[in-house]
């Protein structure tokens, strides 16, 4: 079955909530792999850190995780191609969370390096996003082979 212009022109709810097209395993080997498992990397650190105090990177780490699952689920969603929107959207908002702990208007330290940081993963996640989406064009395009028989 080839995908039709009517199926690639969907609207981001319905590429994350549709019936009628269920996640494929790739995908989810790709979620679990990408978002999941730096999120609960993450969250191990929190917690290694707050039982043994001294844990190398600070809080540096888990941002840089969160921002790369952040980025990665995005290009995940819109199958490894790069959506300039929402990524932009993805990193502005970082950037935005930052500026209102500096401001003390939302709890936080508010902290240059934490944008930093966040760049940076971000950006290893759409550098990296060729690599990790050959398995995308290789699974697509065998598909469509296969369905001209």
């Known amino acids: 079955m080839t ?7 969907v609207s981001l709810p319905d590429r994350i909530f549709s019936l009628h097209q269920p996640m494929t395993k790739l995908k989810i080997v790709d979620f679990s792999i990408h978002a999941l498992l730096p ?6 650190y929190y ?3 707050a ?8 809080g540096y780490i888990p941002d840089g995780l969160w ?3 952040l980025f990665s689920s995005i290009l995940i969603v819109w199958d490894r191609k790069i959506n300039i929107t929402w990524l932009s959207f993805a990193a502005l908002t970082s950037i935005f ?11 936080g330290t508010g902290d240059i390096i934490d944008v930093v ?5 971000g950006s290893i996640a759409i550098i990296t996003n060729r690599f990790f989406s050959t398995g995308y064009n290789h699974s697509f395009s065998h598909k469509t082979t296969q ?3």
């Open 67 to 69: 921002a790369y699952a």
């Open 147 to 149: 369905s001209a028989k």
């Open 39 to 44: 999120l609960a990397a993450g969250i191990l």
């Open 51 to 58: 039982t043994f105090y001294s844990v190398p990177g600070g």
């Open 47 to 49: 917690w290694l850190a």
């Open 117 to 121: 940081i966040y760049l940076i993963f």
């Open 97 to 107: 969370f930052e500026i209102m702990q500096y401001l003390r208007l939302i709890r």
């Open 3 to 9: 995908d039709t212009a009517a199926d690639l022109d």
